[in-house]
């Protein structure tokens, strides 16, 4: 059983959890994630990692409830305690292994968060600074109270750019306009970009990239079931391969998938989603 040391609401209906798994924390790197597991007969849910602390022995995970399963995680309490929590999964990000820092380096880097995407794009932005390389950062949110972890953020980007859909706190908008500002008006030049949020966003953003040759990286979300690469469920189609977001990603080029056929897997189990929120809340 893992043990649920901080349990809370981050802002809006997105909830943070602090979890006491010193065996993922002492090998998880960004960009991986884990599949946790309320119990014996719980849904596998895939959730990104947002922070982990490998002396403290704990991860911190933010998510927000989208069906039966993640709702019913909401109900768990500090001191509570769940049947699984498996990881670390997937890939670490390229930008953050030790082995690319010399390339890293010569970079100007961007990263665009996305509502709660913004959590799994802390742990990639601290890890660069931890090594001397500090990004510029754009977090969009569609109002003011849904912006998470800017004070985390601003001690370790460089320039941090806050946008929201309805211009109730930042700059008024979404991501791909603060992009476009950025480079056209402000004088921004980019050699990379990591954009992760919902999937529209991530088609957006690569679509505005693309306009401007900047090489952009995406953290793919579909719909996972074993995250071992067994399943075939969490495939994506990238240029002209398929490959499986739980081995090969869940990092890959954005500016090569085919955003609308993921969009379309993601949206297949829908209505069953809602049908098990329904029952769950009778
Ligand atoms: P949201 O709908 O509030 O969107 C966040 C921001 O994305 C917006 O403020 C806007 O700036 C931008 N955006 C949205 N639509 C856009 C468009 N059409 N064009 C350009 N920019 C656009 O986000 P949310 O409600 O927090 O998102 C929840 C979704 O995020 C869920 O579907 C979840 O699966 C996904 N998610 C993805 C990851 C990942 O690893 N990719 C991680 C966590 C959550
Ligand atoms: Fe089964 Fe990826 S979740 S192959």
Same mark, same amino acid.
């Given at each position: 059983m893992y043990k649920i040391l901080k349990a809370g609401k981050?802002? =809006?209906?997105i909830y943070e959890m602090v979890v006491e798994a010193p065996r993922v924390a002492k090998h998880c790197l960004p960009g991986q994630f884990v599949i946790v597991k309320m119990d014996e007969v719980g849904e596998r849910i895939p959730l990104t990692i947002c922070d982990y602390d490998r002396e403290a022995g704990t991860i911190t995970i933010v998510f927000q409830p989208i069906g039966a399963s993640t709702e019913k995680f909401t109900y768990l309490k500090t001191g509570d305690s769940f049947r699984d929590f498996v990881g670390?999964? =997937?890939?670490?990000?390229e930008l953050c292994e030790e082995e690319n820092l010399e390339e890293t380096r010569k970079k100007k880097i961007l990263f665009v968060a996305g509502g709660v995407g913004t959590a799994p794009v802390y742990p990639q932005v601290k890890w660069l600074h931890e090594h001397g390389i500090d990004a510029d950062v754009i977090i969009g949110a569609k109002?003011?109270?849904?912006?998470?972890l800017e004070d985390k953020f601003q001690a370790v980007c460089g320039n941090l750019y806050i946008t929201t859909d309805d211009g109730s706190? =930042?700059?008024? =908008?979404?991501?791909t306009k603060v992009i476009e500002d950025l480079v056209t008006t402000e004088g921004k030049t980019y050699d990379h970009c990591v954009a992760i949020g919902p999937m529209i966003m991530m088609k957006f953003c690569c679509l505005t990239t693309k306009k401007y040759n900047i090489p952009t990286i995406v953290s793919m979300n579909p719909i996972m079931v074993d995250?071992?690469?067994?399943?075939?469920?969490?495939r994506v189609m990238v240029g002209d391969e398929v490959k499986f977001a739980c081995v090969d990603g869940p990092e890959f080029d954005g500016h090569a998938i085919d955003f609308d056929a993921a969009m379309k897997r993601q949206a297949m189990y829908k209505t069953e989603e809602g049908r098990a929120l329904l029952k769950l809340r009778e």
């Open positions: 981050l802002a =809006g209906n670390p999964l =997937g890939r670490p990000s109002t003011k109270e849904l912006v998470i706190y =930042g700059r008024s =908008g979404m991501v995250g071992t690469g067994m399943c075939g469920a969490c």
